[in-house]
């Protein structure tokens, strides 16, 4: 899932503070699984920011609701009839969410409040760790499950640095070394034959470099 956190309370009132009406928009996916945008914490910020203009002597309207998605537009419509009330949206959306509520009503301003971090997996509660850069040339199969982009800290295709320790990360001891984990794994899977494949430099014209991406399945399409 897309992970995020909210930003400082001072920069989200200084991106609002030129707008009299406003909108506070969560999105009870990603965001919600990650405790930053679901519908318990766009109600606990559209209430710091009423208490906040009270504080301050201004009169501002901020009211919140929650969609299922922002990222898709069957969802985003459902504010046609309310958008007009309002002259700006604030989004507890992933940067996705920003960007298709932004292009759905290009006549408002479209204002963050989180900071969209990294997809990754949800660990334990509350604890959320990376675990995919969506690099668009899937390697799991080779390393066991575990893609050494996202969890070696040297992003190594072809083995270890050698400066782990105890099964510990050099450069940070509070991280498994991922490729300790590979190794086990694929013990475990008796498949240790498949590091035998060298892999040259990631190619990462798949992810970048030619503008966004897209996927496009026609057997989807209305």
Do not use: H
Request: aromatic share 6%.
């Amino acid at each position: 899932m897309i992970t995020a956190t909210q930003k400082p309370i001072d920069e989200i009132k200084e991106t609002i503070s030129p707008y009299k009406r406003v909108l506070v928009l969560g999105c009870a996916s990603c965001v919600a699984e990650c405790a930053a945008g679901g519908e318990k914490e766009t109600g606990m910020l559209a209430s710091t920011l009423r208490m906040a203009a009270k504080m301050e002597g201004k009169e501002v309207t901020i009211r919140e609701k929650t969609l299922d998605r922002q990222c898709v537009k069957d969802f985003v419509v459902q504010l046609d009839d309310i958008i007009d009330e309002y002259d700006a949206v604030l989004s507890l959306g992933c940067g996705a969410g920003v960007q298709a509520v932004a292009e759905i009503f290009p006549e408002l301003p479209i204002i963050p409040a989180l900071n969209t971090e990294f997809l990754g997996e949800t660990r334990d509660q509350g604890f959320w760790v990376e675990s995919c850069v969506g690099c668009g040339d899937c390697m799991l199969y080779y390393f066991g499950g575990i893609c050494p982009l996202a969890r070696c800290s040297k992003q190594l295709l072809n083995g270890p640095c050698g400066g782990s320790k105890d099964g510990r990360c050099e450069v940070d001891p509070e991280v498994p070394c991922a490729w300790q984990l590979i190794i086990e794994r694929l013990e475990r899977f008796n498949a240790l034959d498949r590091l035998e494949k060298i892999f040259p430099p990631k190619d990462w014209s798949k992810k970048q470099g030619q503008g966004p991406r897209k996927i496009i399945r026609e057997d989807q399409q209305r």
